[in-house]
């Protein structure tokens, strides 16, 4: 046994264990993410069953999503009376849905107290853009308020309406997202322009006249497009599908409210397959509703990406500027320890210091100052003097900036000296050898650098609270208006929609599944953009290997 441990094989045995539990609890995480957030998806049965409330019985419709053991006193605390002898019952979480009808969505009921569980295939899942899903029987279709079709009419006459309504909802958020949107910001140009040549003095009576003209013809433009928007929500309005809820009443429900609907129970596994990937598009491609809680997150990864490209593009010559300064330039000696402990020590800084700084400096004092030099004409309102993309960018490029110059003064370290006496022997000079022979072969540990800036930037969240990042953004960083790309915009992310919907949604259960969603998206998403530095990097250091043999 002594020769055994002094042969080192209980810690490589140990190592080995060490990594094998790191990869498991990994893979356990990962697990756990997905089975919580990509089942979210899949259409769900909706339940019928009689619940004994105390002396009456009530009726409960909704979709069955947890179960759990609990102990029968503590249920009697609460009120519930039960007749068993067991100490602990199951009870059931139970979506109930019609939250604008019973004001509350999940319930809790005990499993002995249910009785007579039935699906029937009628019961309709009717999503919403305002108060969460609708549950309830399918009685008839109505149009300008008389019954075109029911009973077994209705749900082939309430699926070709559903189609025409979604069809003009989306004709509406095309018309006041794109087109009357591009007539308010060709009105907010004029405003602008005028605004500026009156600063400068050029505000005569024929420019006043010119503009007044140009937004004469801009309000008439408007005022079509308004009338156009009020058709079609009068044609939106239309139709509603008339639906017995769970008390017994029939309820009409508007389907220019409704996002979707589909009868679960009838579905085969053809059609659940289906449903579940158009659900899992419109999540990856649609902007979010509900408060976050329902619909997409596409301008979250649209924002998350486009904040990590910004920061790479400025972290990285940064970084390797400063590393090669102190590596190859700067004269080794107290002074260049402390600035190579200071770096060192920048990494270990709470990430929301850097948030603090990059409120103060860059937004308070840098934008405050862009917009009094180059937007004079938008003030007081703010340009650049407030928190935007570009801010959270430089705000996590400085974060990042330690690890980007450790990673590249490490890679110039291992770069033989034979190299740079050979380069300088053959004539070149310390500019061309650095160049062209140093920095190739230091490339790779440079890009180690970026895969750990990009790592740490995508999951960062309490910096981009203080500089740029919102719940929701009214618009893309990235349009069809000059200068087309507008880095001094609030943008969405998908660490800052997690903590959202997380922790300030008021309907936490409802949005619990697109947590561990979105989380194994970020999780993804961060694994892609390293998984494409890694292999740049590989490819460098194969490009160099002969070099460092030399």
């Not at 009068?234 to 009409?252: K, Q, T």
């Not at 979250?300 to 300064?325: K, Q």
């Not at 953009?529 to 160099?544: F, G, P, S």
Request: net charge neutral.
């Amino acid at each position: 046994m002594r020769d055994w441990i002094k042969s080192g094989s209980p810690w490589i045995w140990m190592t080995a264990g060490a990594v094998a539990l790191s990869v498991l609890a990994v893979a356990f995480v990962l697990w756990m993410t997905a089975a919580r957030g990509l089942t979210h998806f899949w259409p769900k049965a909706v339940l019928e069953a009689n619940y004994r409330d105390g002396e009456q019985t009530v009726r409960v419709i909704g979709e069955l999503r947890e179960r759990e053991e609990v102990a029968v006193r503590r249920l009697l605390e609460a009120g519930i009376k039960l007749d068993t002898r067991e100490p602990f019952v199951e009870r059931v979480l139970i979506k109930l849905g019609n939250r604008d009808l019973t004001g509350q969505d999940f319930r809790w009921f005990a499993s002995p107290l249910l009785s007579d569980i039935r699906y029937p295939h009628d019961l309709l899942t009717v999503e919403r853009h305002e108060w969460g899903n609708f549950y309830g029987h399918l009685k008839a279709v109505k149009e300008n308020g008389q019954v075109v079709a029911e009973g077994a009419e209705a749900w082939p006459q309430l699926q070709q309406r559903v189609q025409r309504a979604q069809a003009l909802f989306k004709a509406i958020y095309r018309l006041e997202k794109q087109d009357i949107g591009d007539v308010n910001y060709r009105l907010e140009q004029l405003r602008l322009r005028e605004r500026k040549a009156q600063l400068q003095g050029r505000l005569d009576d024929a420019l006043r006249a010119e503009l007044q003209r140009q937004r004469d013809a801009l309000q008439a433009e408007f005022d079509g497009l308004q009338q156009r928007l009020q058709t079609l929500r009068d044609e939106l309005a239309r139709d509603a599908l008339v639906a017995e809820v769970a008390d017994g009443s029939v309820v009409d429900v508007p389907l220019a409210k409704v996002a979707d609907v589909y009868q679960p129970n009838a579905m085969g596994l053809t059609d659940k397959a289906a449903h579940y990937a158009r659900k899992f598009w419109e999540f990856l491609s649609d902007d979010p509703r509900e408060a976050n809680t329902e619909g997409g997150i596409f301008p979250a990864i649209f924002g998350t990406v486009a904040m990590v490209l910004v920061m790479s593009v400025i972290v990285t010559p940064f970084g390797i500027m400063a590393a090669v300064y102190m590596r190859e330039y700067a004269k080794q000696g107290p002074l260049i320890r402390i600035i190579r402990i200071s770096v060192n020590n920048l990494a270990g800084v709470p990430s929301i210091v850097y948030g603090v700084f990059g409120l103060g400096f860059f937004v308070y004092v840098l934008g405050g100052n862009i917009d009094r030099l180059f937007y004079p004409e938008a003030l007081p309102a703010p340009t650049f003097g407030t928190p935007g993309l570009l801010w959270a960018s430089l705000t996590l490029a400085i974060l990042t900036l330690p690890v980007v110059i450790v990673a590249t003064e490490e890679g110039l370290a291992r770069v033989p000296r034979s190299v740079r006496e050979g380069s300088l022997a053959l004539g070149a000079t310390k500019a061309e050898t650095l160049i062209r022979t140093v920095l190739p072969m230091a490339s790779p540990a440079m890009m180690t650098g970026l895969i750990l800036a990009v790592a740490r930037a995508a999951g960062e969240v309490a910096p981009l609270m203080l500089v740029g990042v919102v719940k929701l953004a009214p618009s893309l960083p990235i349009d069809g208006y000059a200068p087309f790309i507008h880095l001094e915009r609030k943008f969405m992310h998908l660490g800052f929609h997690i903590y959202d919907v997380g922790f300030q949604s008021p309907n936490v259960e409802a949005a619990r599944p697109l947590v561990y969603a979105t989380a194994l998206l970020l999780v993804l998403l961060i694994m892609v953009l390293n998984l494409a530095a890694i292999k740049l990097r590989n490819h460098l250091r194969e490009k160099y290997r002969g070099l460092e043999s030399v």
